[in-house]
């Protein structure tokens, strides 16, 4: 469960991804049906100005003793160095030790490399940083061509935007996808993008008159139950096959098989919470067909079967 959240500051902090930590966990949204978060910024010189990378100064009002029964702890990008405080260090170890969620954003998985937290486990970082990163940690299994990395109790997120996809992604883990939508729609940014969704396309978006595909993925949301077909999407986008297939994967990340079951995925797992629907009309309403395939893709993308995610998570009375 998240009740409380502590984010760690230190000189030379960035901003933006502090404020991803700030927007998703630090503004009360009880009125919108979200649970209160009891979030704390800390550091190790509470009340004292701390400098920003931008310029500027930010103010921790909380010492580290905050961190000792945070459920979960958010580690902002900084400027990379080699060496990081030893108490914030000492004090993420004890807080892994007994089961806290470490969430890291940017160059903040410097920091738990740096406490010897990623020794052995599966993380990502921002692309720039990957040789840095690979030369000073160098057991630690950097993938750096996602957004982000889900590793139990570890959660570490590539630049800016991929810590706010980290971030609802573990709001939807432990609270369900309610919850994490009803935060996204305020913040208005999309409710889920897959963590395995590439940082950056090497495949240069072709050249186009027309505008983004956004409407293309809306009417695929929005029809989910029949079959896509790159011949059709592409005439829906006005396009020929290849040029559609290449923006596809510019602007998502993915091919359009794969984009199209995680929302299947996505569709069952909101009417797992919300409806009372049997397995076998659930499948057929998010477009999967069968209760079979539906059970296949559903463990392959959120890791426990259909029935399992429902004890869990559903909330309607």
């Known amino acids: 469960m998240l009740e409380k959240i502590a984010v760690v500051l230190m000189e030379d902090v960035a901003l933006f991804e502090f404020g991803v930590l700030a ?12 649970p209160p978060f009891d979030f704390k910024v800390c550091s190790t010189r509470p009340g004292e100005p701390l400098q920003t990378s931008s310029h500027s100064q930010v103010v921790a009002p909380y010492g580290l003793e905050e961190l000792e029964d945070a459920d979960l702890i958010g580690i902002p990008a900084t400027t990379w160095r080699h060496e990081y405080d030893e108490r914030i260090l000492e004090a993420l170890r004890r807080a892994e030790a007994r089961g806290a969620i470490l969430l890291t954003v940017c160059s903040g998985a410097f920091v738990l490399g740096a406490a010897g937290l ?13 040789d840095k990163f690979t030369t000073q940690f160098p057991t630690a ?5 996602v957004l982000f990395v889900d590793d139990g109790n570890i959660i570490t997120s590539a630049g800016t935007a991929a810590g706010i996809d980290a971030c609802l992604h573990l709001v939807r883990r432990e609270l369900g996808s309610a919850v994490a939508t009803r935060i996204a729609r305020r913040m208005v940014v999309p409710p889920q993008r897959d963590g395995g969704q590439r940082q950056y396309v090497e495949v240069p978006v072709p050249e186009s008159t027309g505008e983004s595909l956004q409407p293309v993925l809306d009417w695929m949301v929005d029809n989910l139950t029949i079959d896509h077909t790159i011949p059709a999407l592409a005439r829906r986008a006005q396009m020929s ?3 559609f ?4 994967v510019a602007e998502t990340g993915t ?3 794969k984009w199209v079951t995680t ?3 996505l569709r069952a797992r909101t009417l797992l919470e919300q409806t009372r629907m049997g397995i076998e009309q659930i499948a057929s309403e998010s477009g999967f067909g069968t209760a079979a395939l539906l059970r296949h893709h559903f463990r392959r993308v959120v890791g426990v079967p259909p029935q399992d995610y429902r004890r869990t998570f559903r909330t309607a009375g």
């Open 141 to 145: 299994k950097l993938d750096p061509d």
């Open 23 to 34: 927007e998703v966990f630090g503004i009360d949204r009880t009125d919108d049906g979200v």
């Open 263 to 265: 929302q299947r995925v």
């Open 245 to 248: 297939a290449r923006r596809f």
């Open 241 to 243: 096959e290849r040029t």
């Open 255 to 257: 091919t359009p098989l």
């Open 118 to 130: 990623l020794d052995g486990r599966q993380c990502t970082t921002h692309w720039r940083y990957v």
